[in-house]
Each structure stands twice: as structure tokens, then as C-alpha cells.
Nanobody
Framework: QVQLVESGGGLVQPGGSLRLSCTASGISFSFYALGWHRQAPGKQRELVAVITSGGSTNYADSVKGRFTISRDNAKNTVDLQMNTVKPEDTAVYYC?????????WGQGTQVTVSS
């Protein structure tokens, strides 16, 4: 059974930092491209950051220079370090794993940026 479980969400003040983590089980983790996506109320889900099986990364323009995605194949985890957060970063954050025609999603973790 494949599971992706996110953790680390919560309330953070503008300008602060938060680290999200996603732990995967039931897949050959190192083969998969891994991503973090987010969905704000009333908006479509959008890609935040992705890291390939080879370690290449790509970011949405809105988070470049503030967020960092990383993976640990030994621990089956993918993290999103969020720095200098803004109120517009408020959303449910989802991790995602994709390889060929296979794709899996976590249940999401809420991030709220507010003073």
C-alpha cells in the first residue's frame, strides 16, 4: 500500500520559516520525481517545487529564492524549507510522487501565514 504522509504545517508569522516533510512508503522512492503543490481557498492547485530522481529542482516563480525542496532517498522523505513566508503562501500543501504513469498524493497539511 502506497502512502505519502505530510507533516510540519501550522501557523507562522509573515517573514518566518516553516519546514514541511513528506514520508513515503510502498514505492521505490529513488525512482520517483517528487513535488510539493498547494491549494488556497477558491484557487486551483498549483505546483510549488519539484525535484527529480537525479536531484534537479524547479520552483514556481512566486517562491524562488524563498523555498527549497530536498530529498533523502535513504529515509524516503522529501522536505520543503519555507523561508520569508508571506500571507499569500497560506494554503494546503500536498506532496506528490510521480514515475512514468504512476502518481501518488498525500492528504495535505495546512499552512497559515498570519500575524
Amino acid at each position: 500500500q502506497v502512502q505519502l504522509v505530510e507533516s510540519g504545517g501550522g501557523l507562522v508569522q509573515p517573514g518566518g520559516s516553516l519546514r514541511l516533510s513528506c514520508t513515503a512508503s510502498g514505492i521505490s522512492f529513488s525512482f520517483y520525481a517528487l513535488g510539493w503543490h498547494r491549494q488556497a481557498p477558491g484557487k486551483q492547485r498549483e505546483l510549488v517545487a519539484v525535484i527529480t530522481s537525479g536531484g534537479s529542482t524547479n520552483y514556481a516563480d512566486s517562491v524562488k529564492g524563498r523555498f527549497t525542496i530536498s530529498r533523502d532517498n535513504a529515509k524516503n522523505t522529501v522536505d520543503l524549507q519555507m523561508n520569508t513566508v508571506k500571507p499569500e503562501d497560506t494554503a494546503v500543501y500536498y506532496c506528490n510522487a510521480e514515475w512514468r504513469s504512476l502518481g501518488y498524493w498525500g492528504q495535505g497539511t495546512q499552512v497559515t501565514v498570519s500575524s
